[in-house]
Nanobody, 121 residues
Framework: QVQLVESGGGLVQPGGSLRLSCATS????????IGWFRQVPGNEREGVAC????????YYPDSVKGRFTISRENAKNRVYLQMDSLKPEDTAVYYC??????????????WGQGTQVTVSS
């Protein structure tokens, strides 16, 4: 059974940093692109990062480029999202997900319960 469990969210001041972690099980992480997306109630889902399999190539939208960094540790079945220079508009529930298709246009297949990130002074 595919499982993804996000953790590491919380309340942080603008300009601060958080590191989200995604623990995976039930599938071989090495074979999957993994993405992080975020969602605010009433808004559409927004992809914020994606990492490929073989060469671990990464993709970010302009809204987070230079501030967010996705990484993976296949041996530990974990994927991370380092978020720096956080802004209030980054406030959302963040999810990690398995991805079908290329990272440039991901289709999310399975995801966890999410972790809340709140950026506020």
């Amino acid at each position: 059974q595919v499982q993804l469990v996000e953790s590491g969210g919380g309340l942080v001041q603008p300009g601060g940093s958080l590191r989200l972690s995604c623990a995976t099980s039930g599938f071989t992480l090495d074979y999957y692109h993994i993405g992080w997306f975020r969602q605010v109630p009433g808004n559409e889902r927004e992809g914020v990062a994606c990492i490929g399999t073989s060469d671990s190539s990464t993709y970010y939208p302009d809204s987070v480029k230079g501030r967010f960094t996705i990484s993976r540790e296949n041996a530990k079945n974990r994927v991370y999202l380092q978020m720096d220079s956080l802004k209030p508009e980054d406030t959302a529930v963040y999810y990690c997900a398995t991805v079908f298709g290329p990272c440039t246009s991901p289709e999310y297949a399975s995801w966890g319960q999410g972790t809340q990130v709140t950026v506020s002074s």
